[in-house]
């Protein structure tokens, strides 16, 4: 009986999944499924790449209470909302696109979407993104591909944030990389400092890349 509920849950998200990939299809929007844990640096990893993309951008900050997050977007200049779930740790598909109906994105543009802090089931719920960028931090310790591999799996891009922190931890970045690679993930691996800015510029051009390849196919 509990199984057929939570199927019963995502076969419905899927069918918002849906609306939300044909109204970015219609418009043209590349929709960015931004997670990682409390702290990994998912608002910083946004607010890092906004100044140097390609193209025009706009937020949808996901938290559990406060508007904090999205106050640090506008303050930045960029359109955002919040999305407060009211305790809830992943956000759905219905949200997001009630979200997009606020933000009235325009056509040809990026939407971040910053999931809540969560290594777990924010992977079990389909928002209609084009790309997962899993925002991961040193901090964390080096062992999380072992311990969270389907967040891992999931992502298309996997951001290792904090790098400047790396040796103050103790992270072994072999270690990490083996633990990826032995659960046979493609997706490339940004060591990067938000800090520093480190390996920001690695970055920013390969989501800059990922992006073009949307709209390219478009023209
Ligand atoms: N030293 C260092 N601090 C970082 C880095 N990235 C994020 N932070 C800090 O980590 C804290 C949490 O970042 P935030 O982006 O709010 O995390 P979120 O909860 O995932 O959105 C903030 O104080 C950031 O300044 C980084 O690469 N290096
Ligand atoms: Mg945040
Ligand atoms: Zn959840």
């Known amino acids: 009986m509990e ?26 929007i590349f929709l960015v499924n931004v997670m990682g844990s409390p702290g990994a640096g998912k608002t910083t990893f946004i607010r890092s790449l906004l100044p ?3 193209f025009t951008a706009s ?11 999205a106050k640090r977007i506008a303050d930045d200049g960029y359109n955002v909302v919040q999305i407060n779930t009211g305790g809830s740790c992943h956000l759905i598909a219905d949200s997001v696109l009630q979200g997009l ?33 899993l925002i991961s931090s040193v901090a964390e310790g080096d062992d999380k591909p072992y311990k ?6 999931c992502a ?3 951001i290792l944030s904090k790098d400047d922190v790396r040796d103050v931890i103790g992270f072994d970045l072999e270690y990490y990389s083996q633990g990826i ?5 493609k997706s490339p691996l940004f060591p990067v400092s938000f800090k520093t800015q480190a390996g920001l510029q ?18």
């Open 59 to 69: 937020v949808i900050e996901g938290d559990i209470a406060s508007t904090i997050d």
């Open 3 to 28: 199984i057929k509920i939570v199927r019963n849950i995502l076969e419905k998200n899927e069918l918002s999944a849906d609306r939300v990939r044909h109204y970015c299809q219609e418009r043209n």
């Open 156 to 158: 298309d891009m996997i």
């Open 148 to 153: 969270y591999p389907t967040m891992f799996q």
């Open 181 to 185: 690679r032995s659960l046979g993930i």
């Open 101 to 133: 109906a606020d933000l009235a994105p325009v056509s040809n543009s990026v939407v971040f979407v910053e999931n809540i802090g969560n290594l777990v089931c924010p992977a079990s719920f389909d928002l209609g993104q084009d790309i997962r960028v």
């Open 202 to 219: 690695a970055l920013t051009a390969a989501f800059n890349y990922r992006a073009g390849e949307k709209f390219r196919c478009a023209e």
């Open 52 to 54: 140097h993309l390609s």
